[in-house]
């Protein structure tokens, strides 16, 4: 099937305006007969469900944490961007448009990323009002930095916690909410499946988490904004909850998953220190401003302590390779450029999987109180993990799995292709392409939460009655059947491998044969290894402890199982996918001096996959990208 | 190294807990606490035996959901960290941990190290925000707020809301808590309009709720994994002050 | 009355009752300390304390009020604060805070049990009456308190029950003193250290000095 993105047509720079006005809308008085349900409570779910909440609807927010607060969007340190040229550099709505397209590897909906270009001043203005503390100078103004894969200052920065401030302003007008009685929040609740009644999504079911009680809820409408899905890696800068279950079972009831394989890896990632690790941290790219990056040239001197590398010895290979972007190549590029000279014995650190970032020359530059000022609570965050003073001798760093660019497909509404599904943030696939450039998700997901759904949901409401389907009908009845029955199979499969060991396995195939480097090879491997890992889950599994109460492992199981069937259709996204391009590098399609070549002629498409059943074979639909504001170009950096 | 651990173990809100005793074995001095506690439950899992539950999410410090009174102290007292950032090599061979969850009235234990926070909610619902429509606000750089105001107000901000203030102070008072939301949009000139309502309504629900009253013992601030400075409750008290007259 | 529920509220009360106590107890030693400059400066001041009368009266009525704010709303605060912590942990430990700072309700109900005794002793002459009756002889034409004082601390006992209340005092003042500051919002976060510092010094002298009295007897270094 050839989707569409009902994008609107005409000229770009208006396009979001006449589509406001084009849409339409719903009485006020009529608005408390809708009932919204929001899955997540990030940036994008927290903003969508405040923001619909404050026109007037009733809006149901889950969470599984314990308050709205926590939701992952509060770890994205370095800032968020806008197109508000405070700083006089040139740049323009048209300017981040154009960069993000082009950071994201020609792979994204030009209309959705201008309109993305264009709310991107609304946000910076939103937050403030909210009593967001972004940086100020000392006349009061506020402060840019910059990021990666742009040329001028557009970010936007809360020291080194701007989503965690981004997320309690989000989190502060949805208090406000819920004390106006707009807003109910469930915390500590997972959704585990959608209700879908005569093709039309309805409402989702859901396990309190605290009595494991199994819960419907009806909805005009069901937003996801669940998040992402790189804890399919295991391990991953993601946060331990988070999963790929909410969109997937959504997938399961027929909505399509678009360019699962667009992972970004993230360059400045501290390294693995052994294998009882849960997870990777990472530090802000803004890093990259005063950092350089660096390796020893000879492999010999990889374990000498480096200051006792000389400067002629060492290679700033990001400098050398990309001269007009240097340390703020995008994030694809660098993760790449890290792999390679690991890849050639010149890694450092334990296992050699590390390359420094040096602070020397920025310190000499500018005093270490200001770049104390400046990243002081990623140095203090390093040396607690490593027991290294990263002020001292440079930092290790190595790139993790940090975004999913992929998501469940999305038109231009925001809506899958199961009617009144909206996704929003970063479980929709929609602005980021092939890769996602530094400052933007908080972006994308505050856009969407704030300034999208409020609108493009009120259109899809505007046409159907309130509360024609509720949770008496038959279709909920039997959701909750199918979810209790899934509990009870893998409670009563008592085998011998605990969740985690199998989630450590899975992750294992999935860095190693879909990790930075895919090739033909390796995708193929991870193809046959996945389904045995599932099977092995399916018939040895251990779980303790009963349903009706407060299980975590019974809690991971779940979204283990889920991506034990998710990683495969992402492996074969990776392998239908014959091109490189942004965070999907295939080794095969390589230039000379190892960037990646895109095959426009072949590719220019979004591949959205139609689940079958784990095992079968999935459906490939495809929505064409047309580029008719940016000439389609090979991204160089260089 | 090896470690004895003595950690709380209720199987449910309304059951009575007790400390049982674990032993923690080959633990690497690079893993962290919740690493060493994951090894625990992947034995006690394959020993048929309920895990330790407790709550943790980010595992970087941030998201404010890990909650532990390690010997005795919020998140086990480590300057500026919470408990998924503390690790093993602070802790020697040999050593006896005791874990315990958050107490508080207001922080009811629903299942051994993990404790209802929804109080801290109901402080926040209270009046922490300002009251903006989205949409229709003026430029972000129409009213000014110059760097010593916002670095105050973001000193302010950095409160994770994971309740290691109430599970430190010896009133279990959410006083500091309250304070750093008070004194951030009491600084600036988008909260400042709604000041003295926000500080008696936020003081109130923290009595409502069964919090205590703060009578400056300042033990929040030392159990504060951001270092969350009782400068801010001086604050709250002079906007109370303010807020009378 | 919103001041007297909320939990700010009665925090400000305790510190505005404690702050005008902190003032009496002033006056009071300013007064206590005349029995160094000999019998009959102290004579002196009683003399003219009484000759106020109604003066006295209404002193004694505002600090009555004083007293009963301040010690109602302690015991109240403080079987809140229990309330609100109903468990405690295997293992605590504190850094912050001090012992001065968590006995307070005890430190503050020594107190109030001195004062009892006080009243009793001095100002109703019931305890000690051999002691107290000195004061109804007449020297140079004035009720002799010099010699009531000198002779009741001239008693282990009583000098001992005085030391102790006043420890107390101390105890409660060296909380209680940065804890005003800092109620009063006077605290900016670099100037907390000084304060507790401070207030502990205060605490120290007040506490001394309303210890010299008895010890001086005591040990006959004031003699009658």
């Known amino acids: ?638 | 190294m090896n470690l004895t651990l003595h950690v709380w173990r209720q199987k449910g809100p309304k059951a009575k807990g007790k400390l049982e005793t674990y032993q923690a074995t080959n633990v690497s001095e690079d893993e962290s606490f919740l690493e060493m506690l994951d090894e625990v439950n992947e034995e006690l899992i394959k020993a048929g035996k309920d895990p330790i539950a407790f709550d943790h999410d980010c595992r970087e410090g941030i998201c404010g959901m890990c909650s532990q009174v390690i010997n005795g102290k919020p998140h086990g007292g480590q300057e500026r960290t919470t408990v998924c950032q503390l690790h093993m090599r602070s802790f020697a061979d040999g050593d006896e941990i005791f874990i315990e969850p958050w107490r508080a009235k207001a922080f009811p234990v629903q299942k051994d190290l993990i404790a209802d926070r929804s109080t801290l909610e109901t402080i926040m619902q209270a009046g922490g925000f300002t009251s903006c429509h989205t949409g229709g606000v003026p430029d972000g750089n129409a009213l000014l707020v110059p760097k010593p105001v916002a670095d105050y107000a973001m000193d302010a901000a950095e409160c994770i809301g994971c309740g290691a203030c109430v599970a430190g102070c010896p009133n279990s008072s959410a006083m500091l808590y309250t304070s750093a939301k008070v004194a951030q949009l009491a600084v600036l000139p988008q909260g400042k309009g709604e000041a003295k309502a926000r500080v008696k309504s936020m003081t109130d629900a923290l009595l409502d709720e069964g919090f205590g009253n703060c009578t400056n013992h300042y033990e929040c601030q030392d159990a504060c994994p951001k270092g969350i400075n009782v400068k801010f409750i001086a604050k709250l008290n002079r906007e109370y002050i303010k807020s009378l007259v | ?224």
């Open chain 3, 1 to 224: 009355m919103y001041l007297l529920t909320s939990s700010v509220g009665r925090k400000q009360l305790m510190a505005v009752t404690g702050l005008l106590l902190v003032g009496f107890i002033t006056v009071h030693l300013l007064g206590n300390l005349s029995i160094f400059a000999g019998s009959e400066a102290i004579n002196i001041y009683a003399e003219k304390l009484k000759s106020l009368g109604p003066v006295v009266w209404i002193f004694r009525l505002v600090m009555l009020v004083l007293f009963l704010v301040h010690i109602t709303f302690g015991i109240q605060l403080t079987l809140e604060n229990s309330a609100a912590s109903p468990e405690t942990y295997a293992i605590k430990q504190r850094t912050k805070t001090t012992f001065a700072a968590e006995s307070m309700i005890y430190t503050g109900l020594i107190i109030l049990a001195f004062l009892f005794y006080h009243l009793l002793h001095f100002t109703f002459h019931l305890v000690q009456t051999d002691a107290v009756d000195a004061v109804h002889t007449l020297v140079n034409g004035r009720p002799d308190v010099f010699s009531m004082v000198a002779k009741s601390f001239n008693s282990a006992f009583v000098s001992i029950v005085y030391i102790i209340s006043m420890a107390a005092l101390f105890l409660h003042l060296s909380h209680g003193l940065q804890s005003l500051v800092q109620t009063f919002g006077f605290n900016n976060g670099t100037s907390q250290d000084k304060v507790i510092g401070i207030g502990k010094l205060v605490a120290i002298f007040y506490g001394l000095a309303y210890i010299a009295i008895p010890l001086a007897f005591l040990f006959h270094i004031v003699k009658i």
């Open chain 1, 1 to 638: 099937m050839i989707l569409d993105g009902k994008a609107p047509t005409g000229p770009i720079e208006n396009s979001w305006d006449k589509h406001r006005f084009d849409m339409k809308l719903v009485n006020p008085s009529n608005k408390r007969k809708y009932k919204i349900l929001v899955v997540g409570t990030g940036l994008a779910g927290g903003a969508g469900a405040a923001t619909l909440g404050e026109l007037g609807y009733n809006v149901d927010a889950f969470c599984y944490q314990d308050s709205a607060r926590r939701a992952h969007s509060i770890a994205a340190q370095g800032g968020i961007n806008a197109a508000k040229a405070y700083p006089n550099d040139g740049d323009s709505i048209r300017r981040l448009f154009y960069d993000t397209i082009k950071g994201g590897d020609f792979r994204a909906r030009e209309a959705d990323v201008w309109r993305l270009s264009q709310v991107s001043n609304n946000i910076i203005d939103q937050c403030v009002a909210q009593g967001v503390p972004f940086a100020r100078d000392y006349a009061g103004y506020l402060d840019n930095r910059s990021f990666g894969g742009a040329q001028v200052s557009r970010t936007f920065f809360a020291r080194g916690q701007t989503g965690q401030q981004l997320l309690l302003g989000a989190y502060a007008a949805l208090a406000r909410q819920q004390k106006a009685g707009t807003v109910k929040l469930h915390p500590r609740t997972e959704m585990l499946d959608l209700v879908v009644v005569d093709g039309v999504a309805k409402g989702i079911t859901v396990r309190n988490l605290i009595t494991g009680e199994i819960e419907s809820h009806w909805g005009d409408a069901v937003v996801l904004a669940s998040g992402g899905y790189v804890n399919v890696f295991y391990l991953s800068t993601n946060a331990m909850g988070c999963s790929v279950t909410a969109t997937w079972r959504a997938a399961k009831k027929g909505a399509f998953f678009a360019n699962p394989c667009y992972t970004q890896i993230h360059p400045t990632c501290i390294p693995q220190h052994g294998d009882k690790q849960s997870k990777l941290t990472l530090m802000s790219e803004s890093l990259r401003n005063d950092g350089r990056c660096w390796v020893p040239k000879k492999a010999e001197d990889c374990e000498k302590h480096p200051k006792d590398v000389p400067e002629e010895d060492r290679d700033y290979y990001l400098e050398r390779k990309y001269p007009s972007f240097g340390n703020l190549a995008p994030r694809d590029i660098a993760s790449r450029a890290a792999k390679e000279q690991c890849d050639d014995e010149r890694g450092v650190g334990p296992g050699k999987r590390g390359v420094y970032l040096d602070f020397k020359t920025a310190i000499d530059r500018v005093g270490v109180d200001t770049i104390k000022e400046r990243y002081g609570n990623l140095f203090e965050m390093y040396e607690k993990i490593t027991d290294e003073d990263g002020y001292e001798r440079p930092m290790r760093i190595y790139p993790a799995p940090h975004y999913a660019m992929g998501g469940l497909w999305v038109d231009y509404h925001l809506m899958s292709n199961i009617p009144g599904l909206f996704v929003a943030g970063e479980a929709n696939f929609s602005v980021h392409g092939a890769n996602r450039l530094g400052a933007s998700a908080l972006m994308q997901g505050l856009a969407d939460g704030y300034f999208v759904l409020p609108y493009t949901v009120s259109n899809y409401l505007a046409g159907i009655t309130p509360g024609a389907v509720k949770d008496d009908h038959p279709e909920f009845k039997r959701s909750v059947e199918e979810v209790q029955a899934q509990i009870s199979k893998l409670l009563k499969i008592n085998g011998k491998r605990t969740v985690g060991e199998l989630h450590r396995e899975l992750g294992k195939v999935m860095w190693e044969d879909v990790g930075m480097a895919r090739s033909d090879a390796s995708l193929n491997h991870a193809l046959k290894r996945i389904p045995e890992i599932r099977d092995e889950f399916w018939n040895n599994v251990k779980i303790t402890g009963e349903a009706n109460e407060l299980n975590q492992q019974l809690e991971n199981a779940g979204r283990l199982a889920d991506f034990l069937e998710f990683a495969e259709i992402l492996t074969k996204d990776a392998l239908h996918r014959e091109e490189s391009c942004g965070g999907h590098f295939r080794v095969e399609h390589q230039t000379d001096d190892g960037e990646a070549m895109r095959d426009d002629e072949n590719f220019t498409y979004v591949a959205a996959w139609e689940f079958k059943g784990a095992g079968n074979e999935p459906e490939l639909h495809k929505e064409p990208l047309r580029f008719e504001n940016i000439k389609l170009a090979v991204r160089s950096y260089k």
